[in-house]
Nanobody
Framework: QVQLVESGGGSVQAGDSLRLSCAASGLTFSTFSSYVLGWFRQAPGKEREFVAAISRNDGITDYGDSVKGRVAISRDNAKNTVDLSMSSLKLEDTAIYYC?????????????????WGQGTKVTVSS
């Protein structure tokens, strides 16, 4: 069972930058590099939205249309971490951000493709 813990959320102003981090543990029967990793977000009253994903070892990334060009996902397989760097934050980026891990398949925009989830970290963007 993989445990994921996000950190780095907080309250920022529009236009600011923020870096979220997610640390994995509990990798008893698998290695961190065997997981596709993703970031999703959920704003109050809205469905969970895909933000970014990164492949296992070759660094292939995918981004949601609403954040493309403003965020970057990266992973460190030696440290068992995946980060999400966000810039030019907008009010509509306010949400709880979740880290997710997918043991099977390729990078996906679908939340249902990910088996393991963190508890989330809250990001609030104000004007």
């Amino acid at each position: 069972q993989v445990q994921l813990v996000e950190s780095g959320g907080g309250s920022v102003q529009a236009g600011d930058s923020l870096r979220l981090s997610c640390a994995a543990s509990g990798l008893t029967f698998s290695t961190f590099s065997s997981y596709v990793l993703g970031w999703f977000r959920q704003a109050p009253g809205k469905e969970r939205e895909f933000v970014a994903a990164i492949s296992r070892n070759d660094g292939i990334t995918d981004y949601g249309d609403s954040v493309k060009g403003r965020v970057a996902i990266s992973r460190d397989n030696a440290k068992n971490t995946v980060d999400l760097s966000m810039s030019s934050l907008k009010l509509e980026d306010t949400a709880i951000y979740y880290c997710a891990a997918n043991r099977w398949g390729q990078t996906s925009k679908r939340a249902s493709a990910y088996q393991f989830w963190g508890q989330g970290t809250k990001v609030t963007v104000s004007s």
